[in-house]
């Protein structure tokens, strides 16, 4: 079965001081893993993902994630935050090869950017 | 380039109506998820269609139901409502039922009061 766990409910970081934003999945198979953003009272929107090519997943707005079999981490960087990066955070899970065609969601983490 | 496109944007309903929300996918997508999010929760999901037929099912209440026609497209439909049906009702699109990369509509904001 699928999961994924969002280590973290609450990032604060300073602006211009990296991020770490942490996600652990559970995958019988192949997984695809994915981040997404949600601005307050906005949709979702795709940062990255992962579908089996390259380990580090360069993104949108200078964020990149690497994904690393062997600690099932996928976990999501920016080098120098940005006042605009404050939102929630989702990190997603699909199992390629699976008959069930869910998209897991971890519980999110909101970011806040201090000035 | 297309998105998924849901209406209405937001829908304000009594106690005990109804409410139809539409999802159209992105062009060529056969896959369709809906999900339900409350304040401050992370997406739960709630149903998934594939070519038409339903391909699999999450936590939706007997008193919502959902379909998807012959261009694909998409309606939730939520009798009854309650109090606790308010939340952001995302649909996503995808191509193929063994999973890609699902794009997500804005969502339709439901309060119901």
């Known amino acids: 079965a699928q999961s994924v766990t969002q280590l973290d409910s609450h990032v604060s970081v300073s602006e211009g001081t990296p991020v770490l934003l942490r996600c652990n999945y559970s995958s019988s198979y192949s997984p695809s893993l994915f981040w997404y953003v949600q601005h307050p009272n906005k949709g979702l929107q795709l940062l990255l993902k992962y579908t089996s090519a390259a380990t580090l997943v360069k993104g949108i707005n200078g964020f990149e994630a690497e994904f690393k079999k062997s600690e099932t981490s996928f976990h999501l960087t920016k080098p120098s935050a940005h006042m605009s990066d404050a939102a929630e955070y989702f990190c997603v899970v699909t199992d390629r090869y699976s008959s069930a065609s869910k998209i897991i969601f971890g519980s999110g983490t909101r970011l806040s950017i201090r000035p | 380039a297309a998105g998924v496109i849901q209406s209405p944007r937001h829908l304000i309903k009594e106690k005990r109506e109804t409410a139809t929300l539409k999802c159209y996918p992105i062009?060529?997508?056969?896959?369709v998820y809906w999900y339900q999010q409350g304040p401050g929760q992370d997406p739960q999901f709630l149903i998934s269609f594939y070519e038409k037929m339903q391909s699999d099912k999450g936590s939706i209440p007997d008193r919502f139901s959902a379909q998807q026609f012959s261009d694909y497209h998409s309606e939730l439909n939520m009798s009854s409502l309650e109090l606790g049906d308010s939340a952001l009702y995302f649909c996503?699109?995808?191509?193929?039922?063994?999973?890609?990369?699902?794009?997500f509509g804005q969502g339709t904001r439901l309060t119901v009061v």
């Open positions: 062009p060529r997508h056969d896959t």
């Open positions: 996503a699109s995808s191509s193929g039922q063994m999973n890609t990369e699902a794009f």
